[in-house]
């Protein structure tokens, strides 16, 4: 059972948008801790996406966003693609400080 | 530029300890600008944080693994350490190292990760 909560999995049609929700809770997400995204593709090492909840590090194209509000933050993907497809797992700290993550969420392009 | 590379044994016996090298270039790991932080991911499922430690030795551990985990820096060979004793079958996965510029920054790098099977 993860802390953070993602949907298992999101699909979308090649050029469309999808989102990701991660939930967590008032002593993570909603405590203002920092909220970084992952790409994870088969057999590969997770890739920083997005880190400090809205930010991208150099190289990753700006089709992919982030946002939070209150305990939940969001990872938005816009004009899909099928090199997208893969694992996305959101990850923040509580105050100890830990890490914490979300379960993952599978992405297909259809 | 930094980078990280995780070693070790792949395969370990139930009841023993799992010993695992990260080897750090391109920075001194005494840099007391950075965090060293153990990830792991069993095959198939999500990834479980084990813990960090700072260039001074202070180490942050996660609650669940906190009894059987020793992290430790070796600045000689500037290199970390993950020792995790009474491995079962269950601690059997990908293990990652990554670096933080602070406790709460993004993790980046991430090394490639080794894969450890728990079996007799």
């Known amino acids: 059972q993860s802390v953070l909560t993602q949907p298992p999995s999101v699909s979308g049609a090649p050029g469309q948008s999808v989102t990701i929700s991660c939930t967590g809770s008032r002593s993570n997400i909603g405590a203002g801790y920092n909220v970084h995204w992952y790409q994870q593709l088969p057999g590969e090492a997770p890739k920083l996406l997005i880190f400090?909840?809205?930010n991208r590090p150099s190289g990753v194209p700006d089709r992919f966003s982030g946002s939070k509000s209150g305990n939940s933050a969001s990872l938005i993907i816009t004009g899909l693609q099928a090199e997208d497809e893969a694992d996305y797992y959101c990850?923040?700290?509580?105050?100890?400080?830990?890490?914490?993550f979300g379960g993952g969420t599978k992405l297909t392009v259809l | 530029q930094l980078q990280l590379q995780e070693s070790g044994p792949g395969l370990v016996k139930p009841s023993e300890t799992l010993s695992l090298t990260c080897t750090v270039s391109?920075?001194?790991?005494?840099?007391?600008?950075?965090?060293w932080a153990w990830i792991r991911q069993p095959p198939g499922k999500g990834l479980e944080w084990i813990g960090t430690?700072?260039?001074?030795?202070?180490?942050y551990d996660s609650p669940s693994l906190k009894t059987r985990v020793s992290l430790s820096l070796d600045t000689s060979m500037n290199h970390l350490s993950l020792r995790l004793n009474s491995v079962t079958v269950a601690d059997t996965a990908v293990y990652y190292c990554?670096?933080?510029?602070?406790?709460?920054?993004?993790?980046?790098?991430w090394g490639q990760g080794t894969l450890v099977t728990v079996s007799s």
């Open positions: 430690i700072y260039s001074s030795g202070t180490t």
């Open positions: 400090a909840d809205t």
């Open positions: 990850q923040s700290y509580d105050n100890r400080p830990n890490w914490v």
């Open positions: 990554a670096a933080q510029r602070n406790l709460f920054g993004e993790p980046q790098p």
């Open positions: 391109g920075v001194s790991i005494s840099n007391n600008n950075y965090y």
